[in-house]
């Protein structure tokens, strides 16, 4: 069958990889959609720690059930998305009820093939039923979706506060449309990328180009001095580590959405005289991946708009270029396993 396969450090190509082989209580699912996750970037440039070539890349997956074992709670035609965590059952998060953040956490898709390819047997108990209503590209976005669940859960995040994003990734985009949709008083996002954020105009948002204007005049402006009530980091650069601290109020809350995969300088003395909260989030829990895929079919239409490119299967060994290439706009990149 046909998959992208990581091979080496900026190293990918579309080839034949042998079929998965059958495993008991597992269905096999015919992958339909699979984005491309800033993980699978890291994946691709050499730098995730854990990933090793050769390795079938992708974790936000959609797929239609094909076989199932005996007294499967799916019917083949069904279609699914896969919470992609592997927890260990054995260390303290785990024993604690907090598997997600298990201390040898592993993923489908990074410590095991993944889904940009023809199919694959994925454990049932990992698989949520995705509702007819919601399209296979929507449903791809439920992994990410998930993510920015969890995040405006670390929040706290309460009704009519008034929120920041920095960055217009995928992941800050979804931020920005689900703090709407949570009743926020405003959003305001940040970034460097004009094409993205023209996107986020077009959805309605109010954005700083950090190049050329301050973000933490405008967020003062905009709130009367006080500053954002809540603060989501979603760049991962040092710039915002940096900033973070300046743009929300006394009392307020900054969330580490993104992951910073280098020690950032942070301006702790903010962190004391304004007594702030900072606080990380890390991927979802079970739970919470599926009230995304609930979240995902009452915002189908906003969640759509950020999907700018799709590319069929044949052509991904491009996909990585594709995203670097600033004039082409990306945002949320798909791949179609069926082309």
């Excluded at 096999?28 to 959609?33: G, S």
């Excluded at 300088?265 to 991927?283: P, Q, Y």
């Amino acid at each position: 069958m046909e998959a992208l396969v990581y091979t080496g450090p900026r190293q990918v190509e579309v080839t034949d990889v042998p079929e998965p082989a059958e495993r008991a209580g597992a269905v096999k699912v015919r992958m339909l959609y699979c984005g491309v996750c800033g993980t699978d970037i890291g994946i691709y440039s050499g730098k995730h720690p854990r990933a090793q070539a050769p390795l079938v890349l992708g974790h936000e997956f959609v797929g239609r059930v094909e076989q199932t074992p005996p007294d499967s709670r799916f019917a083949v035609g069904d279609r699914v998305v896969a919470y992609p965590l592997i927890s260990c059952g054995d260390c303290h998060p785990c024993r604690n009820g907090t598997p997600h953040v298990c201390a040898n956490l592993r993923l489908i898709g990074i410590d095991r093939d993944g889904g940009m390819t023809d199919h694959q047997w994925i454990d049932e108990s990992v698989l949520f039923k995705v509702p007819d209503s919601l399209s296979d590209e929507v449903a791809a976005l439920v992994e990410p979706l998930a993510v920015v669940v969890r995040t405006l859960h670390q929040a706290r995040f309460a009704l009519l506060d008034s929120a920041v994003v920095m960055g217009a990734g995928p992941i800050g985009l979804l931020t920005a449309i689900v703090l709407r949709h949570s009743g926020a008083s405003r959003v305001i996002v940040s970034d460097v990328d004009e094409g993205r954020l023209g996107l986020c105009r077009q959805l309605g948002f109010d954005t700083v180009d950090v190049r050329s204007e301050s973000l933490v005049e405008r967020v003062a402006s905009a709130t009367g001095g006080d500053g954002a009530d809540a603060v989501f980091e979603c760049s991962g650069v040092e710039s915002a580590a940096l900033e973070m601290t300046k743009v929300v109020r006394v009392g307020g809350i900054i969330c580490l959405t993104a992951t910073h995969k280098a020690a950032h300088a942070v301006n702790l003395i903010d962190v004391n005289f304004k007594e702030l909260t900072l606080i990380g989030s890390r991927v979802y829990t079970h739970k919470q991946f599926g009230d995304a895929l609930t979240l995902a079919d009452t915002l189908a239409d906003e969640l759509r708009q950020t999907i700018t490119q799709v590319v069929p299967l044949s052509d991904a060994a491009g996909v990585f270029e594709m995203i670097a290439t600033p004039s082409l706009n990306t945002v949320k990149v798909l791949v179609d396993c069926q082309s």
